[in-house]
């Protein structure tokens, strides 16, 4: 399976966006489903993470409260809803598949993640 991250774009500050995450393969419902993304001169940095039937949920601290991470499974679809966007939220976004054995303490880490695709970038503005 591969996965394929949509719905970035240009926002305004205190704007909302709905990031979508749709796999190529089968077998989408078997993973964990992991949002990171990379700012402009920056390393990768982790976002948020839902277990592979959407139980539990990570988030970093800088998102907390203001994005939400789901998925459905029958779908096949996983979603990172943004709001109260802020400039510093300016990056490309990715989303990625951990194993289901991945333990909690590897979930924000983006080594755990063995399933990435090409990322959509979000511009926010001032």
């Known amino acids: 399976v591969q996965l394929q991250a949509s719905g970035g774009g240009l926002a305004q500050a205190g704007d909302s966006l709905r990031l979508t995450c749709t796999p190529s393969?089968?077998?989408?419902?078997?993973?964990?489903l992991g949002w990171f993304r990379q700012a402009p001169g920056k390393g990768r940095e982790f976002v948020a993470a839902i277990r592979r039937r959407g139980g539990t949920t990570y988030y970093t601290d800088s998102v907390k409260g203001r994005f939400t991470i789901s998925r459905d499974n029958a779908k096949g679809t996983g979603y990172l809803q943004m709001n109260s966007l802020k400039p510093e939220d300016t990056a490309v976004y990715y989303c990625?598949?951990?194993?289901?054995?991945?333990?909690?303490?590897?979930?924000?880490?983006?080594?755990?993640?063995?399933?990435w695709g090409q990322g959509t970038l979000v511009t926010v503005s001032s």
């Open positions: 990625a598949g951990s194993p289901q054995s991945t333990i909690s303490s590897e979930m924000t880490s983006a080594r755990a993640y063995s399933i």
């Open positions: 393969g089968q077998s989408f419902s078997a993973y964990n």
